[in-house]
Nanobody, 126 residues
């Protein structure tokens, strides 16, 4: 059974940092394009960042460019999202997801993704 589990969320002050983890079981994350998405209360889910499979090409939403970094640790079968200089508007539930197709470059389009974690809450507040 394919499963993704996010962790690392929490409460942080503006300007602080968090590192989210997305751990996989039942499959090898390295084979899949992986995306991070978030959903704030009353808002639609939005793509935050993604990392492609073989070439490791990454994409970021304009709102997080220069502050967030996505990376893989294949030995740990885990994808990370390092979030720095956090702002109150980054408050949301963050989800990781694995693409339904292995061969394409990743994209910040939720319809591309078939496997989702349960989410982890990130709250940025003083």
């Amino acid at each position: 059974q394919l499963q993704l589990v996010e962790s690392g969320g929490g409460l942080v002050q503006p300007g602080g940092s968090l590192r989210l983890s997305c751990a996989a079981s039942g499959f090898t994350l390295d084979y899949y394009p992986i995306g991070w998405f978030r959903q704030a209360p009353g808002k639609e889910r939005e793509g935050v960042s993604c990392i492609s499979r073989n070439d490791g090409i990454t994409y970021y939403a304009d709102s997080v460019k220069g502050r967030f970094t996505i990376s893989r640790d294949n030995a740990k079968n885990t994808v990370y999202l390092q979030m720095n200089s956090l702002k109150p508007e980054d408050t949301a539930i963050y989800y990781c997801a694995a693409d339904k197709l292995l061969i394409r470059r990743c994209a910040l389009t939720s319809q591309n993704y078939a496997y989702w974690g349960q989410g982890t809450q990130v709250t940025v507040s003083s």
